[in-house]
């Protein structure tokens, strides 16, 4: 994120000069440098109702090939072109995110995020507008903030934004956050609600910035640890119920993620990102990651995920190289899609460039 309004601020700073009494003919150092102070302590004025608006984005492009599927894939594509503004105004934060990509054709174009949020109570938060819901760690996970060229299965499932309300707070140790969204029927009365509790294991050990990233680069260095449960229930779709388990653990060095869900009768959809994260009725899906420092700026990752459909199973290998930390890296990957019972083993590799400010 940068900010965008320093130049009008200074600009309004000057223009609003001669009526606040600043001289600005020539005078000695003295009056120079009480000028720059009378100047900072304006422009501190003009931004004390709010942090003032920051501007982000990013831009993800790669390469995709394989010789097994798709008419033999090869070719080059965006998968994201993304520009935002976030910021806070009156006790109110903001966010606004907006996609120029289509993400190889099988995302939307369009409006990301639009969401508000503020303190309820003093130990409750809510957020409302279009967003994520905060249900699954590798779905809240932004796609330039991965080790890998993509969400897990699992997270996939769980990373399509929304419309609706969330509530999160802290109780006896325990974080939550309780969503009540659109779900598949839009804005029928059958809603979608999640609930989400988690428990820091290491609570006396240094936390990560708020910037929720995947893998050990950026990590402090003493061991963390986190495990957490979710429940998914939409009433927009019949039997369409979801529960999920998650571990995470790590440090400057390595890192270790464990998700595992159980799906109703009805099979899963109502968050789904795109066709991949479709979860299959009555299954229980589960995935294990590792990643590892090889150096300061390289970071190995391996990724197994046993879907429980037709003995299906997924193997992710990526290596990332960090230019300037996940704002500006490259990443290597190769998924193995793998069935017996369907006779199938196919490969998809891929090198994409994330460049974000």
């Known amino acids: 994120m940068r900010p965008i309004l320093h130049t009008l601020y200074a600009c309004t700073v000057l223009s609003l000069a001669p009526t606040h009494g600043l001289a600005l003919g020539t005078g000695s150092d003295g009056d120079w440098s009480e000028l720059d102070r009378e100047v900072e ?71 990301l995020d639009a969401r508000a949020s503020f303190a309820l109570t003093e130990t409750v938060r809510a957020t409302l507008g279009r967003f994520r819901p905060v249900i699954s760690a590798n779905g809240l996970l932004d796609e330039g903030d991965m080790v890998f060229l993509s969400h897990s299965v699992i997270g996939t499932a769980l990373a399509a934004r929304d419309e609706g309300l969330m509530l999160q707070g802290a109780l006896s140790g325990l974080d939550w956050a309780l969503c009540i969204m659109n779900g598949l029927d839009g804005q029928g ?68 993620a464990f998700d595992a869900a159980q799906v109703g009768p009805g099979g899963f959809v109502s968050l789904a990102s795109n066709i991949g994260g479709s979860l299959a009725p009555n299954t229980n899906p589960h995935s294990v990651s590792l990643t590892l420092m090889v150096q300061e700026d390289w970071e190995l990752a391996l990724r197994v995920q046993e879907l429980d459909l037709a003995d299906l199973r997924q193997n992710d290998l990526a290596l990332t190289h960090y230019s300037s930390g996940h704002d500006v890296k490259w990443t290597l990957g190769l998924t193995q899609l793998e069935s017996s019972t369907l006779g199938l083993d196919t490969e998809l590799w891929g090198i994409a460039l994330n460049v974000g400010f």
């Open 189 to 256: 009365d059958d809603a979608l609600a999640s609930l989400r509790v988690s428990l820091d294991l290491r609570p006396s050990a240094p936390h990560s910035p708020d910037r929720l990233t995947e893998g050990a680069y950026g990590s402090p260095e003493e061991v963390s640890a986190q495990a957490a449960l979710a429940m998914v229930k939409d009433r927009g779709n019949p039997g369409s119920d979801l529960a999920l388990a998650e571990f995470r653990a790590g440090s400057d060095v390595w890192s270790l």
């Open 41 to 111: 302590a304006l422009a501190a004025s003009l931004l004390s109702d709010g942090g003032g608006p920051g501007l982000f984005g990013r831009v993800r492009s790669a390469y995709l090939a394989s010789s097994d599927v798709l008419g033999d894939l090869g070719g080059f594509g965006v998968e994201d072109a993304r520009l935002g503004v976030m910021g806070s105004h009156g006790g109110y934060e903001y966010r606004l995110e907006v996609d120029f990509a289509d993400d190889w054709g099988s995302g939307t174009i369009g409006l």
